[in-house]
């Protein structure tokens, strides 16, 4: 008998065991799911817990999850065509059409196996909204990572007016390699041409940031680059932590005579456009950022500072962005009633009581 943890609970087992050798355990190079059941007495002799397999929590995707919002709850897991159909309170059963693509299944126990990020951000695909999905993508390949103990913990205590994640969760956040990258996700989906969810997964990658530092860093990407008819700004070809290399004059500005780079937060290359987002952290730093500020405009780059109060004021992160595209050699945005209305749901989304806690 074969248990497939799949769609975010997936995520949630890479999320907290990434870091353990998940990722350099050995892939499937002829994945089945043959033997695979939906059956709860079954399943439950496998000793899910034991192993770490656990629900994912309802947070971690907000309103919108496999189950019909019964995340937390119910485990998703992954069954052959051919598999009688159990539904309970306790096991979600998702069928998969055809054989699954080499590589992106991992054995974790005997008889349990895991999707890899890249299979259950295509499993997704459908499940999510346009937002919730680029924001998964961005997660899967940020360079970030939340205390997972203190994030359980915490979640029920975070009051609904919070202000947005990284003030609601400051000091559990560090740093890590990233779970997947653009290049992996696209190779899945290459795989998978078939599948129902690839063309809103592709849609999703191409307005993906990888490297993310932080949340702020994800938030910022996304009201500055989300289209329109997202409620984004739309100055689409932004890197996050793009890296700039200077000349060895312009390095002795920098904070530290080892240091021989800087990264941007949010940079457009074509333009030599930047935002920084300047964090609570940098208060005790100021001298060193004025360094590598005046170290990035000595190399011709425009490098805008934006901190948190600035970007939870929407008229002032308005005159930054607008700012932004006139210097990217933009119109100014036609702020219809409609676009504010999104964009006002937006900033909802991402700054307050929001979703996608990861």
Same mark, same amino acid.
């Given at each position: /008998? ?31 799911? +043959?033997?695979?059941?939906? $059956? ?7 000793? @899910? ?10 947070? !971690? #995707? ?24 159990? *539904?309970?309170?306790?096991?979600? *059963? ?6 699954? *693509? ?19 951000? @295509? ?5 999510? +909204? +346009?937002?919730?999905?680029?924001? @998964? $993508?961005?997660?899967?390949?940020? %360079?970030?990572?939340?205390? $997972? ?29 990233? =779970? ?6 696209? %190779? !899945? ?25 932080? *949340?702020?860093?994800?938030? /910022? ?6 289209? %329109? ?20 004059? +312009? ?20 333009? %030599? ?15 060193? &950022? ?8 000595? /190399? ?17 992160? =308005?005159?930054? =962005?607008?700012?932004?595209?006139? /210097?990217?050699?933009?119109? &100014? !945005? ?5 676009? #504010? ?16 806690? !990861?």
């Amino acid at each position: /008998m074969r248990y497939v943890c799949s769609h975010e609970d997936a995520i949630w087992y890479w999320y907290r065991y990434r870091d353990s050798g998940l990722d350099r355990a050995p892939r499937l190079a002829r994945p089945s799911l +043959d033997g695979t059941s939906s $059956a709860r007495s079954e399943l439950r002799r496998l000793g @899910l817990e034991r192993h770490g397999v656990t629900p994912c929590p309802a947070f !971690l #995707l907000g309103e919108t999850s496999c189950s019909g919002g019964e995340s937390g709850v119910t485990r998703q897991i992954l069954v052959s065509q051919t598999t009688s159909n159990h *539904p309970s309170s306790a096991f979600y *059963p998702h069928r998969w059409h055809g054989p699954l *693509p080499a590589g992106f299944l991992v054995q974790i126990g005997d008889g349990l196996f895991v999707c890899t990020p890249e299979l259950a951000f @295509l499993q997704m695909a459908n499940a999510l +909204d +346009d937002v919730s999905l680029i924001r @998964l $993508a961005c997660v899967l390949c940020a %360079k970030y990572a939340l205390d $997972a103990k203190a994030l359980t913990s915490r979640e029920a205590q975070i009051s609904p007016a919070a202000t947005g994640l990284s003030s609601a969760y400051e000091g559990t956040i560090g740093s890590r390699q990233p =779970m997947t990258c653009v290049t992996r996700l696209r %190779k !899945l989906l290459d795989c998978c041409e078939s599948h129902h969810g690839r063309p809103r997964a592709t849609k999703a990658l191409a307005l993906c940031g990888e490297n993310a530092a932080s *949340p702020r860093e994800v938030e /910022m990407l996304f009201l500055a680059t989300l289209p %329109k008819r997202l409620g984004g700004f739309g100055v689409g070809g932004a890197v996050m932590n793009a890296r700039v290399t200077p000349s060895s004059r +312009d390095a002795a500005l920098l904070d530290r005579s080892d240091r021989q780079y800087a990264d941007i937060d949010l940079y457009w290359p074509a333009a %030599k456009v930047g935002i920084e987002y300047q964090g609570r952290y940098h208060e005790d730093t100021l001298s060193e &950022d004025r360094r590598r500020l005046n170290m990035l405009t000595s /190399m011709g780059l425009r490098v805008l500072q934006v901190d948190n109060q600035q970007l939870l004021n929407v008229s002032t992160f =308005m005159g930054t =962005m607008a700012q932004v595209r006139r /210097m990217c050699g933009k119109a &100014d !945005l036609n702020t219809s009633t409609s676009w #504010l209305v999104r964009h006002d749901e937006l900033r909802r989304r991402l700054l307050g009581a929001g979703k996608m806690r !990861l």
